[in-house]
């Protein structure tokens, strides 16, 4: 993304990285896939906040299979990196046992979340689990689960913006931004 403009939050600059054009267009191949994958299915999908909270209403206008949607709450990161341990803020509410869930992530970094999420999925005995991601960070990722649908691919730097954050800020952002420094 060319000649835009840079942005400060908090003490940190950020520069132009991901157009909303970009975004939009890697969700509507995402959702071509899941709509294929799950044609004759009615998954449940979960997506994870705060983060994906754009990503879902973006993704889910643009599903045409029959499904369901219900938020569940991590955290694990403070300022621009991973704490280690994830905090489960709000938990799995609604009944899993023998869906087909679709677990959605704004961004998979070093795939704590995840790991920590899909081990509590699985206690509830869904028919199956697959995770979507709008971003991921191939770099930092070194965990087990297989990404069934990934956005894009980003290099391990630090972004905000589409409902990513620097310690609160820029979720509002409609396009993405890259850390300067
Ligand atoms: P993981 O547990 O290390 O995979 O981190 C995943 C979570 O950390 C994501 O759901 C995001 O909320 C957050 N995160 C990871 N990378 C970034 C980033 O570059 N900017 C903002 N948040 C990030
Ligand atoms: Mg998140």
């Known amino acids: 993304m060319q000649g835009g403009k840079t942005i400060?939050?908090?003490?940190?600059?950020?520069e132009p990285y991901l157009s909303e054009e970009t975004i939009l267009k890697a969700i509507d191949k995402?959702?071509?896939?899941?709509?294929q994958d799950y044609h004759d299915k009615s998954p449940l999908i979960i997506p994870v906040l705060n983060g994906a909270f754009m990503v879902a209403a973006d993704l889910l206008k643009r599903i045409n299979v029959k499904c369901e949607i219900?938020?569940?709450?991590l955290s694990s990161y403070s300022g621009t990196s991973t704490t280690g341990t994830v905090k489960t803020?709000?938990?799995l509410g609604d009944d899993i046992?023998?869906?087909?869930?679709?677990?959605?992530?704004d961004i998979v970094d070093t795939g704590i979340t995840l790991e920590k999420l899909e081990e509590e999925v699985e206690k509830f005995k869904p028919k199956s689990v697959k995770v979507a991601t709008l971003l991921v960070?191939?770099?930092?990722?070194h965990f087990r689960i297989p990404l069934a649908y990934v956005g894009l691919?980003?290099?391990?730097?630090?972004?905000?913006g589409y409902g990513l954050d620097y310690d609160g800020?820029?979720?509002?952002?409609?396009?993405?931004?890259v850390v300067t420094n």
């Open 8 to 14: 400060q939050l908090h003490d940190r600059t950020f």
């Open 30 to 35: 995402m959702a071509q896939k899941i709509n």
């Open 169 to 177: 800020l820029g979720r509002n952002l409609r396009d993405i931004y």
């Open 70 to 73: 219900s938020f569940t709450k």
């Open 97 to 105: 046992e023998g869906r087909d869930i679709i677990l959605l992530e």
């Open 89 to 91: 803020l709000i938990g």
């Open 137 to 141: 960070k191939p770099d930092a990722y």
């Open 153 to 160: 691919e980003i290099p391990n730097k630090f972004i905000v």
